[in-house]
């Protein structure tokens, strides 16, 4: 063992002399020397994942916190994803249907009346074999008749779509729904009857929806309460 070239030289006043008894520190800090293990050394800053006495735990505590975690992020999600698919089945009583026409303007009922479109054009490609048996082209400038095509092609939908087995839904759908409201969008005068050879708009346009005395009539009815 080489001398200690500093041997012999007296201290400055006041500086205790070293403590042999001590090991002296390497470069990498304090509790990083030879034996200490690299997963339970003491840390300065305190990040997190760290318990209260600044020791990092071990990886098998990391991963049990994290299974935990994990446990109950896993538990919230399926909570929520049942709380959405109850919407999704039973949405909202004040919550108007997609198809509702009294609650749709602009872009909505443009994608709506585009996708019954769509719909019409297929009866009339499937059923239309005679003209007695075909949606005049005119059929989505009137509006009774939109709403009764609506819903024949939501009840077309409900007979036709999400089922896998044998039911009579198609043959209801054809008896009680589809021919009647063909019948009266065709031969009602609110319809179509007139418009064979071209588009004819039924509505009386002289007639106002309601008339003047509406106001009136409305404060009174409030003056008896």
């Known amino acids: 063992m080489s001398q200690d070239p500093y041997d012999g030289v007296p201290l ?10 001590t090991p002296p520190f390497d470069d990498e800090g304090p509790g990083s020397g030879p034996g200490t293990p690299p997963d ?20 098998e505590e990391l991963l049990l916190e994290h299974d935990e975690r994990i446990g109950v992020l896993r538990t919230d999600v399926n909570e929520l994803a049942g709380v959405v ?11 108007p249907a997609p198809w509702n026409w009294k609650h749709l ?9 585009t996708e019954l479109r769509e719909w019409v054009d297929w009866y009339n490609d499937r059923y239309g074999v005679a003209a007695d048996s075909r949606i005049p082209g005119c059929w989505y400038r009137h509006a009774p008749v939109v709403e009764e095509l609506t819903g024949v092609w939501v009840a077309w939908r409900a007979a036709y779509y999400g089922h896998t087995t044998p039911l009579d839904a198609p043959a209801y759908w054809h008896e009680r729904i589809l021919w009647p409201t063909f019948d009266r969008i065709t031969k009602r005068q609110w319809g179509m009857v007139n418009c064979l050879n071209g588009h004819k708009d039924p509505r009386p346009q002289h007639t106002p929806s309601t008339d003047n005395g509406f106001d009136e009539f409305l404060h009174t009815l409030g003056q008896e309460e």
């Open 85 to 95: 698919a109850d919407l999704l089945v039973n949405p909202p009583k004040g919550k």
């Open 105 to 113: 303007n602009g872009s909505a009922a443009a994608k709506l009346l």
């Open 40 to 59: 339970r050394r003491p840390v300065e800053d305190g990040p997190a994942g760290v318990d209260s006495d600044w020791v990092l735990p071990s990886p």
């Open 12 to 21: 400055p006043d006041g500086e205790p002399a070293p403590d042999e008894t």
